[in-house]
């Protein structure tokens, strides 16, 4: 702080630093650094969004800089130093994602009701099947209290969306999902980052969550400098296939469809018999728990699976098997 400064009864003239408590000198800021994770773990990298990136003095001449910051990367990246011990790294085929998208259990009306924040994995929890996702995305603590579940989003690349299969994928990531329907980083904060990714046609993105069907963009994402955006919640026809492939969860605002428990991209029979049935009357971070209250009960099998197995209002017990399906194409 700069009362410790002060102490050492010199003039010392500090530039281009983040001082908690401010202190007079040129490119001087006093702001959170956002810190990648936790400096209680000793890990002062900069996140994505950190104001300490392309802060540094721009003039280093003469400043004697090491080749490497203490992680071996490159000192300066992007042209500009940053403030700390850490350069973070840009690199060619970086961009960011800003995507917005509701799912139906947790939905209030107005946005999504965050009663799995307490029990929510501190490791990104699709890696089993059908997802198979080997990512190693894990955090010290959930970032916020706003966090409502992990959802894994893919990115293809193709010329239209019903070209847009499997075999397009260029990559996953495994991210939050905030209640105002915004996906972010692990920071709980900023936009993904996605790098060293070469788009050569359009970008679509696909995201996937544990008891709601995937969704996929109807048409390619916009990018403006370096940001792709897309939000999923305005309309029908913003995810592909239309009203077949997400639902209308309140007056003019469109989410996932819930009830898939078993993950297999279809709501039946089978979500109840083998899924709800099975953890009934139980509490945790479950996938029979539709509505997402931690809890597996009536409401998550007549409130979400009835209305979406048999594509509406049929009697709880009686629905045939069949009922909504992805629309995501394979």
């Known amino acids: 702080e700069p009362d410790e400064i002060n102490g050492y009864n010199e003039n010392v003239i500090v530039e281009y630093s983040d001082i ?4 007079p000198g040129t490119g001087n800021i006093d702001t959170d650094p956002l810190f990648y994770y936790d400096p209680y773990v000793d890990d002062y990298t900069l996140d994505e969004t950190s ?13 004697n800089l090491p080749m490497t910051d203490l992680d071996g990367n490159p000192r300066i990246s992007n042209d500009t130093i940053d403030m700390g011990a850490y350069e973070y790294q840009f690199s060619s085929g970086s961009f960011e994602l800003d995507i917005n998208a509701f799912l ?46 992990w959802v894994l989003i893919e ?36 936009n993904q980052q996605f790098n060293n990714l070469t788009i050569q046609q359009s970008l679509f993105v696909v995201i996937w969550h544990r008891n709601h ?13 370096g940001v792709y955006t897309y939000d999923f919640t305005t309309g029908a026809n913003q995810a592909y296939g239309g009203s077949l492939g997400h639902k209308e969860i309140g007056a ?35 996938s029979g728990d539709f509505t997402m209250d931690v ?36």
Request: proline content about 8%; some cysteine.
């Open 104 to 149: 139906e259990g947790p939905f209030n009306g107005t946005n999504l009701n965050p009663d799995l924040n307490g029990i929510l994995p501190l490791s990104q929890p699709y890696s089993g099947s059908p997802w198979n996702y080997t990512g190693t995305e894990s955090v010290p603590s959930i970032p916020n209290v706003d966090v409502i579940d």
């Open 295 to 330: 809890q597996v009960n009536n409401s998550d099998k007549n409130d979400v699976w009835a209305p979406n197995s048999g594509k509406g209002g049929q009697v709880p017990d009686g629905v045939p098997q069949g009922g909504f399906k992805c629309m995501v194409p394979k």
């Open 51 to 63: 104001p300490c990136i392309n802060a540094g003095n721009p003039d280093t001449t003469g400043l």
């Open 155 to 190: 990115l293809r690349d193709t010329t239209d969306a019903s070209l847009a299969t499997g075999e397009t994928m260029i990559a996953q990531h495994a991210a939050f999902l905030l209640n105002d329907g915004q996906i972010v980083g692990l920071d709980g904060i900023g």
């Open 252 to 286: 003019g605002i469109w989410g996932m469809i819930g009830g898939d428990g078993d993950a297999n991209s279809q709501i039946g029979n089978a979500d109840k018999n083998d899924v709800w049935s099975v953890q009934a009357g139980t509490t945790g971070y479950l």
């Open 20 to 23: 908690m408590g401010s202190y």
């Open 213 to 225: 069907l995937g969704i996929m963009s109807a048409s390619p994402l916009s990018e403006t400098s």
